[in-house]
């Protein structure tokens, strides 16, 4: 009920607006400028207006006016939309954006931006009908009456006004009833009305529908006769009204005159249902007999577009709490049902479908919580249109953002978090990868450079694309400045894959200047650092000409996944099966030794290198000559297959992920954290960043341990 | 009984103010996001008052008042329109399409109440 | 009487006195969420010496330091006769070993004394203060300082 809360929803309404109207320029831009189209962008605008008029955000109210009257323009074809105003329009949603998001942080605009904007817009307005219109916009002036809570006064020298009132017909079509009318008459002065009924036909000819009263009202007030006819505001037209100020003595002339009067004061302004005898009286022309004939008119409904669906606005920390709840049940489960089994003497058959029903209905309820969290990635796809718009501004190339699969939906602190590392991303391929205009034509490629966002689910995966049609990789460039920098040693042959990694190796920047656009100091290292602490893993293609890839790969849910239980050193530990090709009890004579430290596997006529992961995590392990162990193949982006060296698999099972860094930090070979079903907790082991060793050890070797633990960190 | 109003805007700021004004001054709001969901309504709920936006999609004001107002519907409840345009000619062609009279956006307490009682006592 | 006495204790404060390697250290009553009895915890990889592990407190993961350690005295021999102390240090929990919780004493802010001077810059930033307690100096510690430079590195690694 506070205000406060219809403050926020305000701000949730004007995301959602915001987000229709870039759709809606997109739209447009894309050449479908119909009626609709147009119309809703206009709707969007001002909506935001009429919402930012109740909380007088001026700024607001004022650029989103003089952008709404822009599309007025387009809307009455007295404006075409051309490449320039398409562009301008793009802004000015942009700089809307802004101008929201500082109304809701409480924070300044850049006034200068929004002035410049505002000048270009006005170019494109009649600027009559502008000003005319501004004033209402920012006119704060309730139209409505202001009720002076002034009693009527003993003043003996209180004028008194004289109202002829004769309501047509149409006064009562329109919905007005005199009887309230009389009422806030009464509330500005002692009100006496007179009905005159001379005019009522007999009952044979009688209308239920035409009007045939009239009133003669004497108003003694202080009140001015403007507030008077304030009054009768709407009812101007639709009844004959004479207003005009008597001389002499009000209470004794009005006495004199009134023959079959209803004096209106205080007392009646009981409940309606109340004085129904003076309601009778006063509103013959209700077509009493009758109640009001209500058809339903669902049937001539018009069929609505397929709108969204019916939703509910949650807070999220409700929502939280109850993902919280159920990965606490989901653990329940699992530990009860391992007290089950180690309980001797009971016949676990006879609980068993019980159990099992259990385990199904706890994971139907985790599944359909994880799904209040999942969003569709349009949002997130939307800003990234901006990000290329001012990218492609500020480089001067052309470029444009092609999306798909913008349903894909995706848990929401993924959206939130990859936020940062595309903007990134798109950057660098509008500054790096789309080539200029004439380099492209030269290249036999079209003129407009294409930048494509993609999202899908894929196995268990939600993965993402960054694609563009630029040059690709200069991978001679990549490989002499990870030289000149000391990532790599001197004589190190990599593969174009290896090489095109290099990219995210903390402190590398392909920009041979810096750029003001994504040359900030950050590199892709921190893309992939913010992707793995999702859970995910970026990966990146390129051909030469052709353009670069990059595409992440992140689980489905942040909350839940399918984990190995293994054992590492002693500790039990969870390897994401996702990560897992398969696990290899290796023959004697499978594993080879390379020097004293180095172990290969040789799996299918391949050789693949073996990493122990007790010493990676930094655990002391046993004699790794004499104990059993198990080998567990993963594929990695990076570094190819890799198996993985644990000493004992035990189990697989959905396991609940609990982040680790907010208690811990970030632990280096570790994602994050679990409870099985003993209570104890479980490290999950990060594979990728393990295996990410291998491609570590290729640098120089001053730098390895360094550079190790700053990559692994997520 | 307590007045019914019918509060018909897409802006769901908009109609959680009227509700938060109107429900403090004692109305009963109802509420609903554009002309086709706001007629529905009507049949549904039998409101007493009726306020409408002008500009909503599938069906905008003019086409509630006119629905309200036509032969289908034909109810006599007084019909106030939202307009943050107070041209006269948008007031004018709510007015000759039956509204009883309108509301200028953004509007305050007082304003809303003052006209409300103009209209519906 | 009564009154004045009150006033006394209102200005004064609680503190849970334990023992570690011998050593009576104590900790302010407020800054306490609850005592469990130790019970093996999880290694949490690369952490530094003190941090003994992490353990599932109904659901959290919390971190557990071994405060003998953290002085270098050498790890607790933990057994299960040793404690594990939960306190709040900021928004998080976390639970420091202990041998033993001795006993709670209330005192008023005036009976600390400012941490005599000693080399230790470790020691030093972590003892707020000292304090006699039945004739034995026990040692008021400031959790904030034994979490922030483990913290700090480990998101630093």
């Known amino acids: 009920m506070s205000g406060n809360s219809i403050r926020d929803t305000f701000f949730e309404e004007c995301e959602e607006l915001l987000e229709a109207l870039d759709e809606g320029l997109t739209s447009i831009s894309e050449g479908q400028n119909d009626n609709e189209t147009v119309n809703a962008v206009f709707r969007a605008v001002h909506s935001i207006k009429g919402g930012a008029g109740a909380f007088a955000l001026d700024d607001l109210v004022e650029f989103a006016h003089k952008f709404e009257t822009v599309f007025d323009e387009v809307r009455s074809d007295r404006l075409v939309i051309d490449d320039v105003l398409m562009a301008l329009l ?66 003996a020298e209180q004028p008194t006004y004289l109202i002829e009132f004769k309501p047509h017909r149409t006064l009562y079509e329109h919905g007005h009833e005199p009887l309230f009318l009389f009422r806030c008459l009464a509330e500005l002065g002692d009100l006496k009305a007179q009905l005159n009924t001379d005019a009522l036909p007999l009952f044979e000819t009688f209308d239920p529908e035409e009007s045939y009263l009239e009133w003669r009202l004497e108003l003694a007030t202080d009140e001015d006769e403007a507030k008077i006819r304030s009054i009768f505001e709407f009812v101007d037209g639709l009844c004959a009204l004479e207003i005009s100020e008597k001389a002499g003595d009000p209470a004794a ?70 993902i919280n709840t159920v990965g606490e049940l989901i653990i329940n489960q699992a530990m009860l049902t391992q007290r089950m089994s180690e309980i001797e003497g009971i016949d676990l058959r006879e609980v068993e479908s019980e159990l099992e029903d259990y385990k199904i209905l706890a994971r139907d309820i985790q599944e359909g919580v994880m799904a209040i969290r999942a969003q569709p990635v349009k949002p997130l796809f939307q800003r990234m249109a901006r990000i290329v718009r001012e990218a492609a501004a500020a480089t001067s190339k052309k470029v444009k953002l092609e999306t798909i699969g913008e349903n894909t939906e995706v848990d929401k602190t993924v959206i939130e978090r990859l936020a940062d590392p595309l903007t990134h991303m798109i950057r660098n391929a509008v500054d790096h990868g789309i080539e200029v205009s004439e380099k492209r034509v030269e290249t036999g490629k079209s003129d407009f450079g294409t930048i494509t966002l ?69 590199g892709m290292d921190v893309v992939k650092n913010a992707v793995a602490a999702l859970g995910g893993r970026v990966s990146i293609s390129s051909v030469p000409g052709e353009g670069t890839t990059f595409m992440i790969v992140l689980p489905l849910t942040l909350a839940v996944m399918d984990g190995m239980v293994i054992s590492v050193a002693g500790q039990t530990m969870v390897a994401p099966i996702s990560s897992i090709v ?73 396991v609940v992920v609990k982040s680790l860094s907010s208690a811990c930090g970030n632990v280096p070979g570790v994602s994050a954290a679990t409870i099985l079903g003993d209570g104890k907790i479980a490290m999950i082991i990060d594979t990728e960043s393990i295996t990410q060793s291998l491609v570590a050890n290729k640098a120089a070797s001053p730098k390895m341990t360094n550079l190790e633990e700053v990559q692994n960190a997520s | 009984m307590t007045t019914k109003v019918l509060a018909i805007d897409d802006s769901r700021t908009i109609r959680e103010l009227l509700r938060m004004t109107l429900e403090n001054a004692g109305f009963e709001v109802m509420s609903a996001d554009d002309g086709v969901e706001g007629v529905d309504k009507f049949t549904e709920f039998q409101p007493d008052v009726v306020i409408t936006d002008i500009n909503m999609p599938n069906m905008d004001g003019f086409g509630v008042i006119e629905t309200l107002r036509g032969d289908s519907v034909r109810t006599r409840v007084p019909i106030l329109v939202l307009t943050t345009e107070s041209s006269a000619d948008l007031k004018a062609r709510a007015r000759d399409a039956g509204a009883t009279g309108w509301i200028n956006k953004p509007f305050n307490d007082e304003a809303l109440v003052s006209v409300m009682r103009r209209v519906a006592g | ?78 057994n299960e006769r040793n404690v594990v102390i939960i306190c ?70």
Not at chain 1, 292 to 300: L, S
Not at chain 3, 23 to 49: D, F, G, M, N
Not at chain 3, 123 to 148: C, F, H, P, W, Y
């Open chain 3, 1 to 78: 009487m009564q009154a004045e006495r009150e006033a006394e204790y209102s200005k004064g404060i609680e503190l849970v006195a334990f023992n570690v390697n011998g050593q009576k250290y104590c900790l302010e009553i407020t800054k306490i969420r609850e005592i469990r009895r130790w019970s093996p915890v999880t290694v949490l990889p690369h952490s530094p010496a003190e941090v003994l592990g992490v353990m599932n407190l109904r659901g959290a993961v919390i971190p557990i330091f071994d405060l003998a350690c953290f002085f270098g005295m050498g790890k607790t021999q933990a």
């Open chain 1, 582 to 654: 398969e696990s290899i009890r290796p023959e004697k004579g499978a594993v080879e030794r390379m020097g004293t430290r180095e172990r290969l596997l040789s799996i299918r006529g391949n050789y693949v290198p073996i990493i122990e992961v007790a010493e990676h995590l930094g655990l002391m392990n046993a004699d790794t000559n004499d104990r059993s162990e198990v080998l567990l193949l993963v594929e990695t982006e990076q570094s190819g297959q890799c198996a993985l060296a644990v000493d004992a698999i035990h189990d697989q099972r959905q």
């Open chain 1, 253 to 322: 002339s009005a006495q004199e005159a009134l023959t079959n009067a209803i004096n209106i004061d205080d007392a009646d302004l009981a409940p309606v249902e109340t004085d129904f005898e003076v309601e009778s009286v006063l509103d013959p022309s209700e077509p009493s007999p009758e109640p009001e004939k209500v058809i339903p008119v669902k049937a001539q409904k018009v069929a609505k577009p397929a709108g969204p669906s019916p939703t509910l606005r949650v807070d999220l920390d409700r929502v939280d709490r109850l």
């Open chain 1, 90 to 155: 793009f802004r000015a949603s942009d700089h809307l954006t802004d101008l929201v998001e500082a109304a809701r942080s409480d924070e300044p605009t850049d006034a200068d931006v929004r002035r410049g904007i505002l000048t270009e817009l006005i170019k494109y307005i009649p600027s009559e009908e502008d000003e005319a219109a501004e004033m209402d916009a920012i006119d704060f002036q309730p139209t409505g009456l202001d009720f002076s809570m002034d009693l009527p006064g003993d003043d």
């Open chain 1, 454 to 522: 993609k999202a899908a689910h894929r196995s268990g995966n939600v993965n993402i694309e960054i694609r563009d049609d630029g040059a690709g990789l200069n991978r001679e460039k990549i490989y002499e400045i990870a030289l000149k920098k000391g990532l790599i040693k001197e004589d190190a042959e990599l593969t174009d894959n290896e090489i095109d990694n290099l990219l995210f190796l903390p402190g590398f920047s392909t920009a041979s200047e810096v750029s003001n656009l994504s040359g900030r100091g950050v």
């Open chain 3, 88 to 157: 709040a240090v900021r928004d998080r929990s976390i639970g420091i070993l202990v041998e033993s919780v001795s006993e709670i004493v209330s005192i008023d802010m005036s009976e600390i004394q400012e941490t005599p001077k000693i080399k230790s810059e470790t020691t030093k930033s972590v003892i707020q203060g000292v304090l006699s307690v039945e004739g034995e100096m026990a040692r008021l510690i400031s959790l904030n300082s034994i979490v922030d430079p483990i913290a700090t590195d480990m998101e630093l690694l």
